[in-house]
């Protein structure tokens, strides 16, 4: 069988695979609100001349937690991918 990622089913499994989508998805909103604030907070501080350093560093920032976004995502993917895997062995070995 293919590795299958980003699949509904992954994700609803059992209670553990319910925890961990939830646990990332929380993680991603943080991110997301982390991103949005260091953007916005930049934009103003771009009104002052003296602020133009400090605003280029959440500008930067911000770029690094809207990279995170599909990194977290991805990870919580392989993460119940695995966790499928080990079910469906956890499932061969109980067939012995």
């Known amino acids: 069988m293919p590795m299958q990622l980003f699949r509904h089913a992954s994700r ?5 695979t319910r925890r961990v989508y939830a646990l990332y998805e929380i993680a991603h909103t943080v991110v997301d609100f982390a991103a ?3 953007f916005l907070v930049g934009s103003i501080l771009f009104f002052w001349d003296a ?3 400090p605003a280029i560093w959440l500008f930067v920032l911000g770029s690094v937690f809207f990279f995170l976004k599909p990194a977290i995502r991805l990870m919580r993917e392989i993460q119940l991918y695995r966790m ?3 079910d469906r062995l ?3 070995a109980e067939e012995d």
């Open 12 to 16: 609803e499994r059992n209670a553990d």
């Open 36 to 38: 949005a604030l260091c």
């Open 51 to 53: 602020a133009e350093t």
């Open 84 to 86: 499928g895997r080990l």
């Open 90 to 92: 956890a499932a061969r």
